[in-house]
Every structure is written in structure tokens, then in C-alpha cells.
């Protein structure tokens, strides 16, 4: 069962635009009673939308929607991103207060000493819709990194999962930066020097208070989430991917059996949802990284590197080594 949702105020862009470009919809669309700020809105409801929008109106539909969502529209996180100190502290934010705003995409933030990403990972399925909606996310990133840095922002390169769509040269009139399509990931990359340049609107003090806010949300959003996502953010604050079934109940204060049939009713499993963030991470670390592969088995919670090769293996169908290399399955 698929429980994500996304702001009102996300999806009220998506009307709004329909309601421009003269575009009629079916009265169940127009989500009657839906209040601006942390309201949410199914999923499921936005996807119709936008399949119906993509059959009416142009390609480029997650570019023009996306190009009208400012800073200001993200709420509480908005508040608190454009009185960041400087760009480190901005994208830090984001990626740790993201769902109060929308739970069907993770964004991760990571640096190191010479590059800086952020990284788009779905966390439902996003059906035909993907590109539209993929397209959506990159826009807003590009809007809140030029809100944070100016022009600056013209220097990252945006990296697309997908091959390049029909409407490839729509990109640089909305985006003006670089753009790379068909790679194994979504994320946006820049120079990690950029981290440090200071926000115009730097306030601590309003940060301050954004956050308390933003804390508050995530807490009523952790108490409403579904469990698989629970799992998942448990996984995440864990070192190496180690976290047992009972690690988990304890955690959580339920019993094993309890939460076994919580996962069994969303159509999940303990064991299925750790192996897929393992196998995520696993295929980041293999194409983005030059970490050696004793390291990226080390981070993944192996304690040794025939383990995690035979793992592999059953994901894949081929060695660490030669996913890297790009080459086919054994």
C-alpha cells in the first residue's frame, strides 16, 4: 500500500497550470479543501494529474511547472533554507527535512573535498510520469541552488537516468547549466567549494525557529508514516547498514511479530527493504566513486569482500568489478 504524499502546495502549481494553459479537469482533480502549508496530498492524486497533463500539453511539463515553484513555496523549509548561513548549511536542510514536504523522492546531500551532489532517488514507483516528474524535482533544485549562490549555479552539471527525451533543447532555456543524460544516477553535482559561500539572507535566529517547526513536522509525519519508511530512516541514522529485525522492534517499541505484519501489509519485508538501500548505495559507490571495492563492502556491513561478492552477484548477476567496468552479466 502505497501511503506518500506530497504538499497541497506542489500540487496547486501543477492546477494552477492547468487552469493557464486552459487545460479543463475532471472536478475530482480539483482536490476541493485542500489548505495551503503542511497539508498533503495522496500521490496517487498528483500522478492522474500529471497523466493527464503530460496527454494535453507539452513534454516539457515538469520543466514549466517546476520553473514557477520559488523558495517561498516550500513552507516551513523554505523559511529556513533562504536564511541559511551559506550553501552548506541550505543543503543540509533540504536533505534532512525534505519529506515534511514531499515523501515520494529521497534527497541526500554528500561532499567531499572536491565535489559536492545532490542526489534524486524515488521512493515509490512514478509510473509513465517519471521523466515529468524527475524534470519537476531538477528544476527546484536548480532554483533553490541559484537562490543560494546566484549565477554560480550555472557551474553544476545535472545528471538524468534517462535518455535524453524528445524535448532535450528545452533544458537550457529553463536550466542554464550542463546537462548529461542515460547515467545510472539522478543528481545534480557542483564544485564543493561552492559550500561556502554565504547566503544573502543568512539569520540565524529565523533558522532557528524554521527548524523547531520543521522538527515538529517530522515528528507528526514519523507518528503517520508507513512502516516501510520507518525502516528505511532507521537504516539510514544506523553505520553500515546494521540493523536487525529486533534492533528495529526495540527501536520502535513494538514487538517483531507486530512489525512483521505491518511490512507484510505494506508489501514489504525487514530483509527486502535493507537489501534494496544496499543495493542502491551499492550501485552509487561502484559508478560515482573510486572507492576500492573492499571499501564500498566495508560501508555496505560486510566483514569480508567474498560476502558481499557472493550478494552481488544475486542482485546483478555479475561481480562488483565488472558492473564497474560496465561490462554484461556473467
Not at 576500492?292 to 566483514?303: A, E, F, H, N, T
Request: glycine residues 4%.
Amino acid at each position: 500500500m502505497d501511503t506518500s504524499g506530497i504538499s497541497s502546495c506542489y500540487y496547486n502549481h501543477y492546477l494552477r497550470y492547468a487552469e493557464e494553459e486552459g487545460i479543463e479537469l475532471d472536478e475530482k482533480l480539483l482536490a476541493p479543501g485542500f489548505e495551503a502549508g503542511e497539508s498533503q496530498v495522496p500521490f496517487s492524486q498528483l500522478l492522474r494529474l500529471i497523466d493527464l497533463l503530460r496527454h494535453r500539453r507539452s513534454g516539457a511539463l515538469g520543466l514549466e511547472v517546476g520553473a514557477s515553484i520559488a523558495v517561498s513555496s516550500h513552507g516551513s523549509l523554505g523559511a529556513a533554507i533562504s536564511h541559511s548561513r551559506d550553501l552548506d548549511q541550505c543543503l543540509s536542510l533540504v536533505a534532512e527535512y525534505h519529506r515534511t514536504r514531499t515523501q515520494i523522492v529521497d534527497i541526500r546531500f554528500e561532499k567531499d573535498d572536491e565535489l559536492a551532489r545532490i542526489r534524486l532517488t524515488p521512493k515509490t514507483s512514478w509510473g509513465d510520469s517519471e521523466v515529468s516528474i524527475y524534470d519537476s524535482f531538477y528544476m527546484v533544485m536548480f532554483n533553490i541552488l541559484r537562490f543560494a549562490i546566484g549565477k554560480k549555479a550555472e557551474q553544476c552539471v545535472l545528471e538524468y537516468p534517462y535518455p535524453a527525451p524528445e524535448w532535450h533543447d528545452v533544458y537550457l532555456e529553463h536550466i542554464p547549466a550542463r546537462h548529461v543524460f542515460d547515467q545510472p544516477v539522478a543528481q545534480l553535482t557542483f564544485p564543493a567549494s561552492f559550500l561556502e559561500i554565504p547566503c544573502i539572507g543568512s539569520d540565524p535566529a529565523y533558522v532557528r525557529v524554521a527548524t523547531e517547526q520543521l522538527q515538529s513536522q517530522m515528528s507528526r509525519l514519523h507518528q503517520d508514516q508507513s512502516m516501510s519508511l520507518k525502516i528505511r530512516d532507521l537504516v539510514k541514522s544506523t553505520k553500515n547498514f546494521k540493523l536487525s529485525l529486533e534492533e528495529a522492534a526495540n527501536t520502535l517499541a513494538i514487538s517483531k511479530s507486530t512489525l512483521i505484519r505491518k511490512l507484510h501489509q505494506e508489501g514489504e519485508t525487514f530483509k527486502s527493504l535493507v537489501e534494496e538501500m544496499k543495493k542502491d548505495y551499492a550501485t552509487y559507490m561502484l559508478k560515482k566513486t573510486p572507492y576500492k571495492i573492499d571499501v564500498v563492502s566495508m560501508q555496505l556491513g560486510y566483514d569480508e569482500v567474498a560476502n558481499f561478492n557472493r550478494a552481488f552477484k544475486r542482485w546483478f548477476n555479475c561481480t562488483p568489478g565488472r558492473f564497474r567496468k560496465g561490462q554484461p552479466s556473467l
